[in-house]
């Protein structure tokens, strides 16, 4: 008695082909981000930010570059800018929620923007005193962070 040979089924055959393509896709992309190197010596998760500042009306910008870990880049004291910037964390970074209810307090003309990247994230905010909100975002960073003395 002879046997027929078995025939596969297309949708099985498709079924593992499409295992056997997701499996590769995984096993390509694992440890894809390990082997990142930003080039510079320092680990993709670093601290590298630009803070522009203006001190008031009608001056100039400056403009200053922290690095952490370990702290440098031309900002006067990135030892301690670095330190005011851990204990402030990334929330610092975000702005005050619309509808906020913010005292009605002016603390100066001061403004600045920082960008760059926080411990590997994107950061791009704005810092302003015109508002008991803004000045607490202000201050949890200090003048040190902002190389601005207060009045």
Same mark, same amino acid.
């Given at each position: 008695m002879a046997t027929r040979p078995r025939r596969r089924s297309p949708v099985r055959r498709a079924l593992v082909l499409c295992a056997v393509a997701l499996m590769a896709t995984a096993l390509a992309a694992c440890g894809k981000d390990a082997d990142k190197d930003p080039g510079d010596g320092s680990s993709p998760d670093a601290t590298s930010l630009t803070i522009t500042l203006v001190a008031d009306d009608g001056v100039d910008p400056e403009s200053f570059e922290l690095k +952490? #870990? &370990? &702290?440098?880049?031309?900002? &006067? /004291?990135? @030892?301690?800018a670095c330190k005011a910037l851990e204990a402030a964390g990334a929330k610092v970074f975000e702005p005050v929620p619309k509808g906020?209810? +913010?005292t009605d307090l002016y603390?100066? &003309? /001061? *403004? @600045? *923007?920082?960008?760059g990247t926080y411990k590997g994230k @994107?950061? #791009? @905010?704005?810092?302003?005193? *015109?508002n008991g909100c803004e000045i607490d975002r202000w201050e949890q960073l200090g003048a040190t962070f902002f190389n601005v003395p207060m009045q």
């Amino acid at each position: 008695m002879a046997t027929r040979p078995r025939r596969r089924s297309p949708v099985r055959r498709a079924l593992v082909l499409c295992a056997v393509a997701l499996m590769a896709t995984a096993l390509a992309a694992c440890g894809k981000d390990a082997d990142k190197d930003p080039g510079d010596g320092s680990s993709p998760d670093a601290t590298s930010l630009t803070i522009t500042l203006v001190a008031d009306d009608g001056v100039d910008p400056e403009s200053f570059e922290l690095k +952490c #870990d &370990p &702290p440098g880049g031309n900002h &006067p /004291q990135p @030892a301690e800018a670095c330190k005011a910037l851990e204990a402030a964390g990334a929330k610092v970074f975000e702005p005050v929620p619309k509808g906020q209810m +913010c005292t009605d307090l002016y603390g100066g &003309p /001061q *403004t @600045a *923007t920082v960008k760059g990247t926080y411990k590997g994230k @994107a950061v #791009d @905010a704005e810092f302003e005193r *015109t508002n008991g909100c803004e000045i607490d975002r202000w201050e949890q960073l200090g003048a040190t962070f902002f190389n601005v003395p207060m009045q």
